[in-house]
């Protein structure tokens, strides 16, 4: 009678009497190991990559965090780089600054240039691209590649001309004269169009079947799905102009008509002290920061949807 070996009997293959360890577990083991090394190579790799994030965002944070502690440092005791402890902070450059009456007048002209550049090149923007991506006309290719060719041309080569133009017709020191020209801006009319082509057709013949207008068509349908692109443009938008140095500085021919950039920038010929200065830019910074949160959703949903359409 043949008896069959059992492990741990002398005859059996996985004992030390026996054969060595049984060739089926040799690639077993060979996929545990290299599946904790790739565990290791990932595990490696998170702790590089948050590295690197964390020093990425220590220095993009770091002027930020300078610039408001400086602002709260005494005139006379700021040190570098003593001074960047956050200790001994107080509030008085603030109450300098929000004291002044020039300030208030240089954050309304700052908030009037913005807010109505604003919603004027969305909607100027909104509606060529959506003529330019919807509607067919005779020279709609070569009108709309001659108006794009204007992100080729440099600012600074359009600005003299542009300033004599608003000279003659009487817009310096005018409200008008420092938002006109801003409001063909090219990449603004670009991205709609490019947002818009996406659509499908089948939705604008629907309604065009159903009796709308061309007007009811825009507002209904073409501006509700462009909320995500219009946030996104908004917020780029409201940063150019809010942040805009040269040309409210050449077309403010005095104080009243001055933005925050222009009237901060003139503070550093007055002897100011740094704390002052610096408050003054971290008060022109919060409506930026506010603006950015308000649209947030839409700003990040906006560039998600551009990064995917490609």
Not at 167 to 173: E, F, M, P, S, Y
Not at 177 to 186: D, K, Q, R, S, V
Not at 282 to 300: D, E, G, K, N
Request: proline share 6%; aromatic share 12%.
């Amino acid at each position: 009678m043949t008896t069959l070996a059992t492990p741990g009997t002398p005859g059996h293959p996985g004992t030390a009497a026996g054969t060595t360890t049984s060739p089926d577990l040799t690639p077993k083991v060979r996929r545990r190991r290299s599946k904790s090394s790739g565990m290791d190579l990932t595990w490696r790799g998170k702790v590089v990559r948050y590295v690197v994030l964390s020093l990425a965002a220590v220095v993009t944070i770091f002027p930020f965090y300078a610039m408001v502690v400086l602002s709260l440092k005494p005139a006379a005791a700021i040190q570098f780089p003593q001074s960047l402890i956050p200790t001994n902070l107080g509030f008085a450059a603030y109450d300098r600054v929000l004291g002044a009456g020039n300030i208030w007048t240089w954050f309304g002209n700052t908030l009037i240039y913005s807010v109505v550049s604003v919603v004027l090149v969305l909607a100027f923007s909104a509606m060529a691209g959506y003529a330019f991506a919807k509607k067919k006309f005779p020279g709609r290719e070569a009108m709309f590649w001659s108006f794009l060719a204007m992100v080729m041309v440099p600012y600074h080569v359009t600005l003299i001309p542009t300033f004599i133009l608003m000279a003659q017709v009487g817009g310096l020191d005018t409200y008008w004269g420092l938002i006109l020209p801003t409001l063909a801006n090219a990449q603004a009319v670009f991205l709609m169009r490019q947002f818009i082509m996406d659509m499908p057709d089948d939705l604008f013949e629907a309604a065009k079947l159903d009796g709308a207008s061309e007007w009811r068509i825009f507002t209904r349908i073409v501006l509700p799905l462009c909320k995500p692109i219009l946030a996104t443009l908004g917020t780029f938008v409201f940063l150019w102009h809010w942040n805009d140095f040269l040309w409210p500085l050449i077309m403010g021919q005095g104080t009243d008509h001055w933005t925050l950039t222009v009237g901060i920038a003139s503070l550093q010929q007055q002897d100011v002290p740094l704390n002052m200065i610096l408050a003054g830019a971290t008060i022109s910074f919060v409506p930026i920061f506010a603006a950015y949160l308000v649209a947030q959703r839409y700003f990040q949903e906006g560039v998600t949807m551009s990064g995917i359409k490609g």
